[in-house]
């Protein structure tokens, strides 16, 4: 009993940068308790460990898979208007870019950035999502749940993608608009991107019903 509990301490002591404890950190939606892992890393960088393990994804820190989408972006829908191409490049560089973002949200919040982020995650992971499938000689539309793992790889993907779109239409640096796209999500406010990606895939559900 005495090794496991030292074991426990030793794990809270670590924190993220050697700055922010995942401690008190809280997942509110039940649904992604299981897809969101807050296991306490100091240095987010795994290595790949777990890529080739079924539903690895899953057992990787947050913040690290929040910062390998940071790496391809991706693009608004599917005309590529934008490349991502320029993300590319060394793990330092997101690395710090997440760190200066963190900073930027500690001081607005007064609260733990890595609670911030998992909130955001949690308030644009849609529900609810419509499929096109071929039924006979028309194509139907259908709502469908969206599993836990999707949501919160839509929410990561549009989170980082609203970031990217804003870097591109002003002059402000890659860790402010990041902060600044978490804290819109974390708010739920429309004037996120992944916000209102979230609000259009559960309306186009809602009218497929």
């Known amino acids: 009993m005495s090794n496991t509990t030292t074991q426990e301490r030793g794990l809270q002591s670590i924190k993220l940068f050697n700055k922010w404890s995942f401690e008190d950190v809280k997942i509110e939606d039940p649904g992604l308790v299981n897809v969101i892992s807050l296991h ?15 539903f690895g994804k899953a057992k990787i820190n947050i913040v690290e898979r929040f910062i390998n989408r940071m790496f391809v972006a991706g693009h608004k829908g599917k005309k590529h208007k934008l490349t991502s191409g320029i993300n590319t490049g060394k793990t330092l560089t997101n ?62 993907r549009n ?35 992944a916000i209102s990606e979230k609000n259009r895939r559960e309306k186009e559900a809602e009218g497929a019903r």
């Open 95 to 156: 690395i710090d870019n997440i760190i200066e973002a963190f900073e930027i949200i500690e001081k607005r919040t007064k609260k733990n950035p890595i609670q911030v982020l998992v909130k955001a995650i949690e308030n644009a992971a849609p529900v609810e999502e419509a499929i096109t499938y071929q039924k006979g000689g028309i194509v139907a539309r259908e709502p469908v749940i969206v599993s836990p793992q999707r949501r919160v790889d839509l929410a990561i």
């Open 40 to 54: 306490p890393i100091a240095y987010p960088k795994t290595g790949g460990r777990l890529a080739k393990e079924p």
């Open 159 to 193: 989170l980082v993608v609203g970031a990217y779109m804003k870097r591109h239409a002003n002059k402000k640096t890659a860790g402010q608009v990041l902060a600044e796209e978490i804290l819109l999500a974390y708010e739920n406010n429309p004037e996120s991107f």
